[in-house]
């Protein structure tokens, strides 16, 4: 379950500086795991891309279906 903690709020912030906007939390799913996301934001801040909604089966292109 997603429940943000100081963490999740300082790899938040790192994601943000890197890619200029926040952590799309509503559109990760929130039984997803919290450590799980923690590593899925420092690796697309370390890799510098953004993949983290397609690590949740979410289409960015039509975020309401799942793929």
Same mark, same amino acid.
Do not use: W
């Given at each position: %379950? !997603? !429940?943000? /903690? *100081? +963490?999740? =709020?300082? #790899?938040?912030? =790192?994601?943000?500086?890197?890619? $200029?906007? $926040? #952590?799309?939390?509503? %559109? !990760?799913? %929130?039984?997803?795991?919290? /450590? +799980? @996301?923690?590593?899925?934001? +420092? +690796?697309? #801040?370390?890799?510098?891309?953004? *993949? @983290?909604?397609? =690590?949740? &089966? #979410?289409?960015? /292109? /039509?975020? &309401? !279906? @799942?793929?």
């Amino acid at each position: %379950m !997603i !429940i943000p /903690n *100081d +963490e999740y =709020r300082a #790899v938040a912030k =790192r994601f943000k500086k890197q890619f $200029g906007y $926040g #952590v799309p939390l509503d %559109m !990760i799913p %929130m039984t997803a795991d919290m /450590n +799980e @996301l923690i590593r899925n934001i +420092e +690796e697309c #801040v370390a890799n510098a891309h953004d *993949d @983290l909604l397609s =690590r949740y &089966g #979410v289409d960015q /292109n /039509n975020p &309401g !279906i @799942l793929y």
